[in-house]
T-cell receptor
Framework: ETGVTQSPTHLIKTRGQQVTLRCSSQSGHNTVSWYQQALGQGPQFIFQYYREEENGRGNFPPRFSGLQFPNYSSELNVNALELDDSALYLC???????????FGPGTRLLVL | AQTVTQSQPEMSVQEAETVTLSCTYDTSESDYYLFWYKQPPSRQMILVIRQEAYKQQNATENRFSVNFQKAAKSFSLKISDSQLGDAAMYFCAFTIYFGNEKLTFGTGTRLTIIP
């Protein structure tokens, strides 16, 4: 059984740039959720994708967007990066209707 | 809106001893799920234990057990026979199911194991 994987592990961008983060779900899972974890904080829900559509969104602006592909992998895109976007971005996969989510190792984004 | 509160930013315990981490939550829902996740320095969030609100029996996973008090909206984690590998941030998390299994996390408790 393959676990959740994320790429890249680290990323440095400058303010105003755009970034794409990638996530492959655990085998057998069809739902992907994205979370932002600022330093010293708990993760905050960004959005969830199921059947290639957004299935719920947290309190994040529209410049945070995502995709889910037919193989259930997912991308998180952030446009017009701001300094406060510096954080650990976590992807979690699950099977729709089953509440337990399994997390990937995360992508550390630094915006300068 | 649901909230999760962890009032202990840091805890420490001697190796082989027992420690309890506290968590309280607030919700108007009656059917929900609670989790404890562990995040070691490697950053990966690892599921430790989960509890369904409709179950009165407290969940147990090896050295980890919970004390779930639904009326008090309390969900504490007990770690028995603490080991050096238990050192990590521990997050309490909550979700209700209505087709969107969003997790709401607390701010975490940093657990240090003293050899």
């Amino acid at each position: 059984e393959t676990g959740v994987t994320q790429s890249p592990t680290h990323l440095i961008k400058t303010r105003g740039q755009q970034v794409t983060l990638r996530c492959s779900s655990q085998s057998g899972h069809n739902t992907v959720s994205w979370y932002q974890q600022a330093l010293g904080q708990g993760p905050q829900f960004i959005f969830q994708y199921y059947r290639e559509e957004e299935n719920g969104r947290g309190n994040f602006p529209p410049r945070f967007s995502g995709l889910q592909f037919p193989n259930y992998s997912s991308e998180l895109n952030v446009n017009a990066l701001e300094l406060d976007d510096s954080a650990l971005y976590l992807c979690a996969s699950s099977f729709h209707g089953v509440e337990t989510q399994y997390f990937g190792p995360g992508t550390r984004l630094l915006v300068l | 809106a649901q909230t999760v509160t962890q009032s202990q930013p840091e805890m420490s315990v001697q190796e082989a001893e027992t420690v309890t981490l506290s968590c309280t939550y607030d919700t108007s829902e009656s059917d929900y799920y609670l989790f404890w996740y562990k995040q070691p320095p490697s950053r990966q969030m690892i599921l430790v234990i989960r509890q369904e609100a409709y179950k009165q029996q407290n969940a147990t996973e090896n050295r980890f057990s919970v004390n779930f008090q639904k009326a008090a909206k309390s969900f504490s984690l007990k770690i028995s026979d603490s080991q050096l590998g238990d050192a990590a941030m521990y997050f309490c998390a909550f979700t209700i199911y209505f087709g969107n299994e969003k997790l709401t996390f607390g701010t975490g408790t940093r657990l240090t194991i003293i050899p």
